[in-house]
Every structure is written in structure tokens, then in C-alpha cells.
């Protein structure tokens, strides 16, 4: 990392941005060689990310091809206004950056796990009943081995930095809106 200043050093506070981050962006390579990125759901346990997919696309053409990924989730937590001078605007935010190998899973009592978790993270009153057998053969469930995970931030110095950790803090509908004079 550049700024190392920037580096989230806590893995807590990585692990707790995985928890609670809504939407993470998978990087695959394409078949012709280019980076491909695709938003989705997610769910972190113990090392591991899980998500779901149908059985077939270029998703999982592409982690079948070569299972290296990249992964990114972040949270915007504040946007800046800035009064005078567009160079004093800014984003303020958290985010992590894992880097691993994707593997489509192919043990039944797995596959409902990470299904599970991920029906716990979106919809944590419950509710939801058993997964149908008919879709379950249907839905690929896909386990990320995390080999790096790095997280950085920028909350911003002073007034700023004190606003962005009380929004945190509140736990306040992100991105608030400051204004910087």
C-alpha cells in the first residue's frame, strides 16, 4: 500500500467491514484476457467468502479457468463538500481488498452452509424456511480462500475525522454529507 497511513492495521475492524458490508465486486479473468468485475452478495466466515451464482455464466467460466480472484467491498461513510475549492472535496470511506482462489463447492452440506450464512447476513429475523431441493440444484455456492486481505481508510483529519467516527458510531445511514469551509 502507498499511504501506509491508510492501512487498516485492526483485523477486527477488516472482519467487521466483511460482516456488515452490503455488496462486494468479484475480479475474474475473462477469456479474452481482460479483468472482469461483478457486484454481488457475499458472506464472510473464518478465512472464507461465500456467495452464490446459477451454474453456468461468465462468472463461473471464468473462476473454472483460473480460480485466482480478486475481491473488494467498502463502505462510503462520508462525501465532503468543499466551499472555495474543488480540491478540498472528499470521499472518506473503509474498504477491503482480499486476494484469493475461487472454488465452485461441491459438498452438499457445505453449499447449504454458505447459502445459510449468507440468508443470516441479508435477512437476520429469520423467516426464510428451507431452501427448495429444485433450486438448490439449480444455484452454484462459491467459497473464496483468502491468501491477502488488506484493508484501507481515509476518515479524514480533524473535524472530519471526529464527524466520520460519530456517524460510525450512531450508526448513521452512510454517506453523510460535511461540508469543509
Not at 485492526?10 to 479474452?32: F, H, M, N, P
Request: aromatic share 6%; net charge positive; hydrophobic share 35%.
Amino acid at each position: 500500500m502507498r499511504q501506509a497511513k491508510k492501512e487498516i492495521k485492526d483485523q477486527g475492524v477488516i472482519i467487521g467491514l466483511l460482516k456488515t458490508c452490503q455488496v462486494g465486486r468479484l475480479g475474474t479473468v475473462g477469456r479474452d484476457g481482460y479483468p472482469m468485475v461483478k457486484p454481488l452478495n457475499f458472506a464472510y466466515e473464518h478465512g472464507k467468502i461465500y456467495f452464490h451464482s446459477a451454474q453456468e455464466g461468465e462468472k463461473i467460466d471464468d473462476i473454472k479457468r483460473d480460480c485466482r480472484v480478486c475481491f473488494e467491498t467498502d463502505l462510503p461513510i462520508a462525501l465532503v463538500k468543499s466551499m472555495g475549492s474543488p480540491c478540498r472535496a472528499a470521499y472518506l470511506y473503509q474498504s477491503v481488498i482480499i486476494k484469493g482462489r475461487a472454488y465452485p463447492v461441491e459438498d452438499p452440506s457445505e453449499r447449504l452452509h454458505g447459502l445459510e450464512l449468507l440468508m443470516r447476513k441479508y435477512q437476520p429475523e429469520g423467516g426464510y424456511g428451507e431452501f427448495p431441493e429444485e433450486k438448490l440444484k439449480l444455484t452454484c455456492v462459491v467459497r473464496i480462500d483468502i491468501e491477502k486481505m488488506t484493508g484501507k481508510e481515509d476518515l479524514g483529519k480533524e473535524q472530519l475525522k471526529e464527524a466520520a467516527l460519530k456517524a460510525l458510531e450512531e450508526k448513521a445511514a452512510l454517506p453523510i454529507v460535511l461540508e469543509r469551509v
